[in-house]
């Protein structure tokens, strides 16, 4: 089965720009993560879906952050306007199963994100 | 609360010997579920095992396998017989069952080097 696709690969923007991401998950799963992986560190929830609606977003940055999941199926994930913290791995994940622990979580190879 | 503890930013190992690598976590759900994901330099988090906190014995898939020892709430990931490719960062997660949601919380990871 093809995998979690995420584009783009790389960005490089300037602070106060805006940016948006890409990804799509294993067809079927219900379940869509969106991580932010900042270097050296674990990744960290950013908002969470299920189907199209949302699940949890208690540690999104809402005043800069945006995401949807439309049609539930893509999501796109929108900084605007980025700071330099921001800098970071943004990981998207996929999994079938909804509220139980077992499902494991399929990852995309995430988009490499540096802010100047 | 840190939720996942992982006390070893760094180990190594020489091929063919096996490597122990720590995770402790703390939850007041009885349902909840332990993962082992792998990130080699690349960037990708390849799922590695899965632990249930109902399950009788120890998780093992090939040369992995989970220490579980629910009572100390320690899970750590035994790896062995270790390969050069085995050269990666390992994260520890958890995702707790129930009413709370699923999300899935990492720890802060273990850089492991396999010298040959």
């Known amino acids: 089965e093809a995998g979690v696709a995420q584009s783009p690969r790389y960005k490089i923007i300037e602070k106060r720009q805006s940016v948006a991401f890409w990804c799509n998950p294993i067809?079927?799963?219900?379940?869509l993560y969106w991580y932010q992986q900042i270097l050296g560190q674990g990744p960290k929830l950013l908002i969470q879906?299920?189907?199209?609606?949302?699940?949890?977003d208690s540690q999104l940055p809402k005043d800069r952050f945006s995401a949807e999941r439309l049609k539930g199926v893509d999501s796109t994930l929108k900084i605007q306007p980025a700071k330099l913290e921001d800098s970071a791995v943004y990981l998207c994940?996929?999994?079938?199963?909804?509220?139980?622990?077992?499902?494991?979580?399929?990852f995309g190879n995430g988009t490499r994100l540096t802010v100047t | 609360a840190q939720k996942i503890t992982q006390t070893q930013p760094g180990m190594f190992v020489q091929e063919k010997e096996a490597v122990t690598l720590d995770c402790t976590y703390d939850?007041?759900?009885?349902?909840?579920?332990l993962f082992w994901y792998k990130q080699p330099s690349s960037g990708e988090m390849i799922f590695l095992i899965y632990?249930?906190?109902?399950?009788?014995q120890n998780a093992t898939e090939g040369r992995y396998s989970l220490n579980f020892q629910k009572a100390r709430k320690s899970a750590n990931l035994v790896i062995s017989a270790s390969q050069l490719g085995d050269s990666a960062m390992y994260f520890c997660?958890?995702?707790?069952?129930?009413?709370?949601?699923?999300?899935?919380?990492f720890g802060e990871g273990t850089q492991l080097t396999v010298n040959p």
């Open positions: 994940a996929s999994s079938q199963g909804g509220r139980g622990p077992n499902s494991p979580l399929h």
């Open positions: 632990q249930g906190s109902y399950d009788q």
């Open positions: 997660a958890m995702r707790e069952g129930g009413t709370s949601g699923s999300r899935l919380t």
């Open positions: 067809s079927g799963h219900a379940t």
């Open positions: 939850t007041s759900d009885p349902s909840y579920g």
């Open positions: 879906f299920q189907n199209n609606g949302v699940v949890d």
